[in-house]
């Protein structure tokens, strides 16, 4: 390749976690001695951000960028996750929890644990299945600790963070802004296209400014300036299967020590979340329009918060799906402008990271080769494909018919993907997802399992293991994770170590 076809400069149109997070992963691996990187944002504009939980993978991000993980605990006022507590899901009375990380371990037989632990509550045992986690048991105790990364005998403690997402995207500002990205204040007004390629060529500001690049990330939220607005990429609208459209948040003070969990509560019309952080709760309600006014919405957010308002509440207004493609010429859109599915499993920053992680695998060049664009396209439709389906299991496996919502998730007609899923896991307790899905195995039985989904056998070869060993492995795991869950200090604890560090 020759020196006159690489990329020499950037322009990320929008701030918010996405811009930001998009400009400091680049400012970090592509450096700006050679390569200018501007972000083009105004205050004018408010970001959507309201307060984000997220997943394990956010600890590779900011390892891939060099965030000290304390410096960023303090400066966003997060909190640790080791999962998602469901509350009324299933049916009014009942809750369950998708942890985070390994369930059981890794019995070194190519069968996943699940089985050998469907096979012993067929045969009697406890079917509580936290409590062969060790992160599930963990959060009910109020508990959280690293732990080394070799791990030992004891079972590792795999984690997420809540934290401000305005915070989040100030630290990844000052971060990016140290490195040599710009930042440049304006509002986009019109963004003209190169006649002959079809390629974008500038952005003009309302002061008069156009600003020139070779290479634009669309950052710009739900409005998609670039991507929707300019070049036309269609919206595939899955609101048929997701359809809770709009959301109502609002942050609250604390009530009590920050849990380790983000609680996910059904409600009338969808469902209401709830994220402790160190200095408030973040809160909100997802809920479709069609079966919930606005206003009705928010009085009842307003009157089930844990504490007094500290702000007026956020409506935001969006529709479930994602564009038909997210990388068009020389144009990516990361994040909102993307697509968007309902922060149900605490996904959508994970959408970011693996557009910014892909962006860097698939660099590309002024030529914009069409087989790095394909892949590229290819492989977040199936992410957002596989998310889609995983998040469709929380609304069709339900018992509740108490509300015209509850009535029509039940009776919904579900992809044909999902459906394989379901089939199969009533059968033998097995989903079958690709290498590269966000939501493993043992994600997906949480959230089977605990919406009701039973499996009436398990994998066959399950059997191969002779019944005393089988106790004795059980057993074993469970020792090993009462000892290790034992050794935790409290989370609050734990929390208060890191912030006395920077006194």
Not at 72 to 96: M, N, P, S
Not at 399 to 409: K, V
């Amino acid at each position: 390749m020759t020196d006159d076809r690489r990329i020499r400069s950037i322009v990320v149109v929008g701030g918010g976690t996405a811009g930001w997070m998009a400009a400091a992963a680049l400012a970090r691996s592509a450096g700006t001695h050679s390569l200018s990187i501007t972000l083009v944002e105004s205050e004018d504009i408010g970001t959507v951000g309201v307060g984000e939980a997220t997943i394990p993978p956010i600890q590779a991000f900011n390892k891939l960028i060099g965030i000290d993980e304390d410096a960023f605990v303090r400066e966003t006022q997060a909190t640790f996750k080791l999962g998602i507590e469901f509350v009324d899901w299933r049916r009014h009375g009942h809750h369950y929890l998708h942890p985070f990380g390994l369930a059981g371990a890794d019995l070194k037989t190519g069968v996943s644990f699940s089985h050998y632990w469907l096979r012993w509550v067929k045969e009697g045992g406890n079917p509580d299945n936290i409590l062969f986690s060790a992160e599930g048991e963990a959060a009910r105790l109020g508990r959280f600790g690293r732990t080394p990364p070799t791990g030992g005998a004891l079972p590792n403690i795999n984690y997420a963070f809540q934290f401000d997402a305005a915070r989040y995207a100030a630290f990844l500002r000052r971060f990016a802004e140290a490195r040599g990205v710009v930042r440049c204040e304006g509002r986009v007004v019109d963004v003209r296209r190169d006649p002959e390629n079809g390629f974008i060529a500038d952005v003009a500001l309302a002061d008069g400014r156009r600003v020139a690049a070779d290479f634009f990330i669309d950052c710009s939220g739900f409005r998609s300036l670039l991507l929707g607005e300019t070049l036309g990429v269609a919206y595939d609208d899955w609101s048929r299967w997701l359809p809770a459209n709009r959301a109502v948040a609002v942050p609250c003070a604390s009530a009590g020590d920050p849990a380790p969990i983000t609680r996910a509560t059904a409600r009338e019309a969808g469902w209401q979340w709830r994220i402790p952080l160190q200095h408030r709760t973040g809160n909100g309600y997802v809920f479709s329009d069609a079966f919930l006014g606005e206003d009705e919405a928010t009085s009842l957010l307003l009157s089930r918060l844990d504490g007094a308002a500290q702000a007026d509440p956020r409506l935001l207004r969006f529709k479930a799906g994602r564009r038909t493609s997210s990388f068009v010429g020389n144009c990516l859109a990361i994040g909102l402008s993307s697509g968007f599915l309902e922060p149900l499993e605490s996904t959508s920053i994970h959408f970011i990271q693996v557009a910014i992680t892909k962006l860097l695998d698939m660099f590309p060049d002024r030529d914009f080769h069409p087989a790095i664009l394909r892949r590229f396209n290819a492989e977040m439709d199936s992410l957002y494909e596989a998310v889609r389906d995983f998040l469709i299991a929380h609304y069709r496996l339900t018992e509740r018919d108490d509300t015209d919502f509850w009535r029509y998730c039940r009776a919904m007609e579900i992809p044909a993907s999902l459906q394989d899923k379901f089939d199969l896991f009533r059968t033998r307790g097995q989903v079958l997802v690709e290498a590269h899905d966000v939501f493993a195995e043992t994600n997906w039985f949480a959230v089977l399992y605990g919406q009701g989904l039973t499996p009436q056998g398990y994998h066959p070869l399950a059997d191969a293991m002779p019944d005393d060993d089988l106790r004795l492995a059980l057993a074993q795991i469970r020792a090993a994770i009462r000892e290790r869950v034992d050794g935790l200090p409290s989370h609050r604890a734990f929390l208060d170590r890191i912030v006395a560090r920077a006194n």
